[in-house]
Nanobody, 126 residues
Framework: EVQLQASGGGLVQAGGCLRL?????????????IGWFRQVPGKEREGVSS????????YYADSAKGRFTISSDNVKTTVYLSMDSLRPEDTAVYYC???????????????????WGPGTLVTVSS
């Protein structure tokens, strides 16, 4: 059974930081791209960052560049998203997802990802 368990969300003040974790099981980890997405009610799911588990290549959406860092621990089969300088507009449910046939890291289309975790809520207060 494939499981992606996102954790680390919470309430933080603007300017603060959080580190999200995505623990993956049931997949051959280095065959997958792991992506972080976020969604607020009434809006489409938005790609934030992704990482290739084999070579560690990364992609960041413009909203994440310079503030978020994605990393992967292939031994623990866990991907992290360190978020600094958080803003109220970063408030969302954050999801991690695994995709085997993702054409390119920058193409963060939700439909390209095969497995999803239940999400973790990040709330940034002003």
């Amino acid at each position: 059974e494939v499981q992606l368990q996102a954790s680390g969300g919470g309430l933080v003040q603007a300017g603060g930081c959080l580190r999200l974790s995505c623990a993956a099981s049931g997949i051959t980890f280095d065959e997958y791209v792991i992506g972080w997405f976020r969604q607020v009610p009434g809006k489409e799911r938005e790609g934030v960052s992704s990482i290739g588990s084999v070579d560690g290549s990364t992609y960041y959406a413009d909203s994440a560049k310079g503030r978020f860092t994605i990393s992967s621990d292939n031994v623990k089969t866990t991907v992290y998203l360190s978020m600094d300088s958080l803003r109220p507009e970063d408030t969302a449910v954050y999801y991690c997802a695994a995709g085997k046939a993702v054409a390119a890291l920058r193409v963060m289309l939700p439909r390209a990802y095969d497995f999803w975790g239940p999400g973790t809520l990040v709330t940034v207060s002003s």
